[in-house]
């Protein structure tokens, strides 16, 4: 009896000691007190730091919201600012980073947070792909490549922007014949709701006059405990991939389209995203933490797919994914140095933010067993992706 005992008693203070010691890494991890964290409160936007003119456009903040979420976005760039959904204590939180005012997006070390990408999102290896048998290049601005469509993308532009109600807000762009090196005339169209209770809805419509390539996402960062609140290590992450495309140190996939079985990036069961991010996996150290492309598998007869969930370990908060897109990248914050300062006052410090952005593969036009992105004259781009937020 007195051994059944003292094995319960040590069982206890063992379990005790794992909570606490639990606890202690997230605090750690935070950089923050416990009770710092789990009670961000959202900084108050000043729409007079988002008004002015570049290059002789206006640009302004605009929002749009229902009884659950609130998004505020300026068309400098098409990009979104502020998200603010519901925690568990039924209280708004902030879970999009990003700055108070458009003199700090435009003097940003880091130009995407919340922008809409294109023409081609993500990696082309060298800048250069054929179209038609002819050769194009872009110019690269991610080491020998070009990331998100070259020196200048759509994070760069004015967007001309329409609010149709208090729940949709329309960017239009005229992209013209060779800007960055792309061919024809390109018209997008982004249409961003929130006419769902919990969920931002994602449009986004192109046409050209030539023969082109096109993939157009958000580049949107998260940290569902709030804006400000530490690491994004301990969120828990589910995705509906069984496969990945590795990559080589440049970021560039080399054309494999593998299993995610047995590897660090099987997430087809809940893991943090800390949990397997130091383990001594080449491609972790190719992405200095994850930053690839994960493979979606669509059903015959449904163009929309769920693609998984990441849930805020101090607040609650799970955001849902769906997408019509063959694939999404899938980015924790690797390369965040604190040289920036959020809107809340805190740094983008390392990993505390992380970005899901739901598109076709990267270097599409250089791996032909890639979905392609090729877009003709007379045909229309169209893909749509949800954010869906409960607590």
Request: aromatic share 10%; net charge neutral; proline share 4%.
């Amino acid at each position: 009896m007195k051994n059944a005992q003292l094995v319960t008693i040590l069982l206890f203070g063992l379990l005790l000691q794992t909570s606490c010691q639990k606890k202690q890494l997230n605090s750690i991890q935070s950089n923050k007190p416990l009770t710092e964290t789990a009670n961000m409160q959202p900084t108050v936007l000043d729409s007079s730091n988002f008004t002015g003119e570049i290059e002789g456009k206006k640009v302004a903040l605009y929002w749009i919201k229902n009884k659950n979420i609130q998004a505020a976005f300026t068309n400098y760039g098409g990009r979104l600012v502020s998200l603010l959904v519901k925690n568990k204590n039924n209280e708004f939180v902030d879970v999009v980073v990003g700055f108070k005012g458009i003199k700090m997006y435009q003097n940003s070390t880091e130009p995407y947070f919340g922008a809409t990408i294109g023409r081609v999102g993500n990696r082309i290896a060298k800048g250069k792909f054929n179209l038609n048998g002819k050769a194009y290049s872009i110019p690269v601005n991610n080491g020998e490549n070009a990331l998100h469509g070259g020196t200048k993308g759509y994070q760069d532009v004015v967007w001309n922007a329409e609010k149709l109600n208090d729940q949709t807000l329309v960017f239009t762009y005229l992209s013209p014949d060779m800007e960055m090196g792309f061919p024809g005339n390109l018209k997008v169209k982004v249409t961003y709701s929130v006419a769902s209770d919990n969920e931002i809805r994602m449009e986004y419509e192109a046409t050209t006059d030539k023969t082109t390539i096109v993939n157009l996402t958000n580049h949107a960062f998260f940290n569902l405990n709030g804006e400000g609140s530490g690491t994004i290590l301990n969120h828990i992450v589910q995705f509906n991939a069984n496969e990945y495309t590795p990559v080589d140190k440049g970021l560039i996939p080399t054309g494999k389209i593998e299993t995610v079985t047995g590897t660090p990036f099987d997430f087809t069961l809940p893991h943090t995203i800390g949990e397997r991010i130091e383990t001594d996996n080449i491609q972790l150290k190719n992405g200095g933490g994850y930053d690839h492309n994960f493979v979606l598998e669509h059903k015959k007869g449904s163009s929309m797919i769920h693609v998984g969930s990441i849930t805020g370990d101090l607040t609650g908060v799970m955001m849902n994914v769906y997408t019509e897109e063959p694939g999404f990248q899938f980015y924790s914050g690797n390369f965040m140095q604190g040289k920036n300062t959020f809107k809340s006052g805190a740094k983008d410090e390392f990993r505390t933010a992380f970005a899901l952005e739901t598109q076709h593969f990267p270097d599409a036009p250089n791996q032909p067993n890639f979905p392609s992105i090729t877009l003709e004259p007379k045909a229309v781009y169209h893909t749509v992706s949800v954010y869906n937020f409960s607590k």
